[in-house]
């Protein structure tokens, strides 16, 4: 059987770059069962309430839901538990130092398959405040209506069509 290589994206956290402010991102496996990974292959699983913490020298990955893989036994596993993270040591010293800062905390970006492994991708990231948020939306909203204007200018430049 040939391995499996690439990147095959499994669960994203949207909300997460909406609610922070990225600084700095880790790529790291998981410690998984095996009713985890069918799970994760068949593409189910959820970042929404997801986070990371420091606890004794290893990184846990907290509150991430996997469902149930649905043709397991008594052997399935619990769908919020904590799952440890592989990171280098260097890599874990770096991220205590970092979540040392007040206001910084760590959240999964991202669930995937590299190359047949799972991995997640964490950050380091600082809560936003309401205006920033505000903010972000509207700036959007602007780069939008300059597309759309700059559209319609080149349409009605070229005579085919316009209001």
Do not use: F, P
């Given at each position: 059987m040939p391995r499996e290589t690439g990147?095959?994206?499994?669960?994203?956290?949207?909300?997460?770059r909406y609610d922070y402010h990225i600084e700095d991102t880790w790529e790291a496996g998981m410690v998984l069962q095996g009713t985890e990974v069918k799970s994760l292959r068949a593409g189910r699983a959820s970042l929404v309430d997801g986070y990371a913490m420091v606890r004794d020298g290893e990184v846990w990955l907290m509150g991430v839901h996997i469902p149930e893989y649905t043709e397991g036994?008594?052997?399935n596993h619990e769908p919020r538990r904590a799952r440890k993270l592989l990171l280098h040591r260097r890599e874990i010293g770096r991220l205590v130092d970092k979540t040392q800062e007040h206001g910084l905390t760590l959240i999964p970006l991202?669930?995937?398959f590299k190359?047949?492994?799972a991995k997640v991708e964490?950050?380091?990231g600082r809560g936003k405040r309401a205006h920033d948020k505000r903010q972000a939306i509207a700036k959007r909203e602007a780069?939008?209506?300059?597309?759309?204007?700059?559209?319609?200018?080149t349409r009605?430049?070229?005579g085919r069509g316009g209001a």
């Open positions: 990147r095959k994206l499994v669960a994203q956290n949207k909300r997460a036994t008594w052997t991202s669930l995937y190359d047949g492994k964490i950050a380091v780069k939008r209506e300059i597309e759309r204007a700059d559209r319609h200018r009605s430049a070229s």
